[in-house]
Nanobody
Framework: QVRLVVSGGGRVQSGGSLRLSCVAS????????MNWYRQTPGKELELVAG????????NYAESVKGRFLVSRDNSMNTLYLQMNSLRPEDTDVYYC????????????WGQGTQVTVSS
């Protein structure tokens, strides 16, 4: 059974930091592209950061470059998102995503975690 369990959300003041974790099971984590998305109700899903497989290329949304750091530990089947210098506009529900295949035939989602940044 595929599972992506997300933790680490919460409330923080502007300028603070949080680290999200996504623990995967039920599939070969090291052979999947892993992403963090976020969404505000009523708005489109936004890709925040990701690490591709194969290749290990790291991508960030322009809005988080220089503030967020995505990483993965394949030995622990875990994806991380270190979020620094948080801003109120980073307030969102954050989701972990795993995908593989030329047409993303394998596309898994974790539960969302709320991140709230107060000014």
């Amino acid at each position: 059974q595929v599972r992506l369990v997300v933790s680490g959300g919460g409330r923080v003041q502007s300028g603070g930091s949080l680290r999200l974790s996504c623990v995967a099971s039920g599939f070969t984590f090291s052979r999947f592209t892993m992403n963090w998305y976020r969404q505000t109700p009523g708005k489109e899903l936004e890709l925040v950061a990701g690490i591709t497989w194969p290749g290990g290329r790291i991508n960030y949304a322009e809005s988080v470059k220089g503030r967020f750091l995505v990483s993965r530990d394949n030995s622990m089947n875990t994806l991380y998102l270190q979020m620094n210098s948080l801003r109120p506009e980073d307030t969102d529900v954050y989701y972990c995503n795993a995908r593989q295949g030329p047409m993303n035939e394998y596309n898994y989602w974790g539960q969302g975690t709320q991140v709230t940044v107060s000014s």
